[in-house]
């Protein structure tokens, strides 16, 4: 099955869905048509569905420091829930 024919079985789909629920806006159009004004990805580009911009994301965290955050977290919103009893 070539990227093509998945498109069109996809927008078929869609369609027929779209028709199920009453949504008849849809039913003039053609899966072709469809397909045809669908941008499509060539495998030269180096974006990718993840990461559309192309930024690098941070490194590894290590595991302390979420439990060190969430610690100084649970604190802080003891702390404040603790003074709004008191008062």
């Known amino acids: 099955m070539t990227e093509r024919d998945s498109e069109r079985l996809i927008a078929d789909a869609l369609k027929a869905k779209a028709g199920q629920t009453g949504g008849n806006r849809f039913a003039s159009a053609s899966?072709?048509?469809?397909?045809?004004?669908?941008?499509?990805v060539t495998g030269g580009e180096s974006q990718s569905v993840h990461n559309p911009y192309g930024v690098d994301g941070g490194g590894n965290v290590d595991a302390r420091w979420i439990l060190l955050l969430a610690a100084a977290l649970g604190l802080?919103?003891?702390?404040?829930?603790?003074?709004?009893?008191?008062?």
């Open 31 to 40: 899966s072709d048509d469809a397909t045809d004004r669908l941008p499509t």
């Open 76 to 87: 802080a919103t003891g702390a404040v829930v603790g003074l709004l009893t008191v008062l």
